[in-house]
T-cell receptor, first 112, second 112 residues
């Protein structure tokens, strides 16, 4: 069973702080990694993708990947109340199936 | 709107009726995934299709559930003889070639 693990939270941070969201995965051969944001009652929205070790920055978001540790993270700088949502980590495992496997998500609360 | 289109957005069915959920992928996308999400739970993979082919249906219940993606027209997820436990949000996602997957707005199925 290929698994993706996330701490469910909630993670509570003050406005303006850095929020750090973490995800581990079990399939060492996984090649593609994604972060989605899901507001309550809405559908998941793709916010970041990362494929190689290191950091990838897009605006206030930075995705970090460490394949040796089977670990991917998402940093949100200057957190805003509008960032309050559930963040889903998705991993496409090896074997050519192309099926994203999702973690259960981490609930982020940014308080003013 | 070039996004993934799902309809209906809300569907109410009585126990024993059939539910048909439709998904039109983004233009240029030939990979379609269906996921189910229960309240406060993660996205559970159901089925992965390409045009006219079911690639992986390992997440789909063996009975009452079926899916198709015909050469022309949307992908259809069909649930026969619905039961209360089928009540959930059903999301469709599409991708070009197993890379970034984009979600539709979802169909909220309520079985009464």
């Amino acid at each position: 069973q290929k698994e993706v693990e996330q701490n469910p939270g909630p993670l509570s941070v003050p406005e303006g702080a850095i929020a750090s969201l973490n995800c581990t995965y079990s399939d060492r051969g996984s090649q593609s990694f994604f972060w989605y944001r899901q507001y309550s009652g809405k559908s998941p929205e793709l916010i970041m993708s990362i494929y190689s070790n290191g950091d990838k920055e897009d605006g206030r978001f930075t995705a970090q990947l460490n394949k040796a540790s089977q670990y991917v993270s998402l940093l949100i700088r200057d957190s805003q109340p509008s960032d309050s949502a559930t963040y889903l980590c998705a991993v496409v495992p090896s074997g050519g199936s192309y099926i994203p496997t999702f973690g259960r998500g981490t609930s982020l609360i940014v308080h003013p | 709107n070039a996004g993934v289109m799902q309809n209906p957005r809300h569907l109410v069915r009585r126990r024993g009726q059939e539910a048909r959920l439709r998904c039109s992928p983004m233009k240029g996308h030939s990979h379609v995934y269906w996921y189910r999400q229960l309240p406060e739970e993660g996205l559970k993979f159901m089925v992965y299709l390409q045009k006219e082919n079911i690639i992986d249906e390992s997440g789909m219940p063996k009975e009452r559930f079926s899916a198709e993606f015909p050469k022309e027209g949307p992908s259809i997820l069909r649930i026969q003889q619905v039961v209360r436990g089928d009540s959930a949000a059903y999301f469709c996602a599409s991708s070009r070639q197993g890379d970034e997957a984009f979600f539709g707005q979802g169909t909220r199925l309520t079985v009464v």
